[in-house]
């Protein structure tokens, strides 16, 4: 089963091809839900934490398409980066549109098992 790609993009609201929509969302192979910065603390600094991916990198994915905002006002820390990569896991930060545009290419594509997990604001 492939990720589910995502079919529209505004500020503050992303819809996924399922139909849910969300403001922050990770996806999957086979799925998607909202990203709640609230289970793991997460805030603009230092920005996404490895217990943030966890449960994308969990589900088997090659890779990891990470949009940090609108404006990249999201942190991506090294330490972030090095959960990743130790997992066997390539990942790659863009600007949410430009994130947005990459992860659907790949899925499109049939690239592997992709992931992503993407801020819809700033």
């Known amino acids: 089963m492939g990720s589910p790609e995502i079919k529209d993009i505004s500020w503050g609201s992303m819809k996924v091809e399922s139909g849910d929509t969300y ?3 990770k996806t999957w192979p086979g799925g998607s839900r ?3 910065w609230r289970e793991t603390g997460t805030r603009h600094t230092p920005g996404i934490q490895p217990a943030d991916l966890k449960e994308i990198i969990d589900m088997g ?3 990891l398409i990470i949009g940090n905002g609108m404006e990249q006002k999201l942190g991506v820390p090294k330490e972030t980066l090095d959960y990743v990569k130790g997992q066997s896991v390539e990942s790659l930060v863009l600007q949410t549109e430009k994130a947005v545009e990459k992860y659907n290419s790949l899925v499109k594509g049939g690239r592997g098992r992709i992931g992503g997990i993407f801020h819809s604001t700033c």
Do not use: M, R
């Open 23 to 25: 403001k922050d969302c």
């Open 34 to 36: 909202t990203w709640d």
């Open 61 to 63: 994915i090659d890779v």
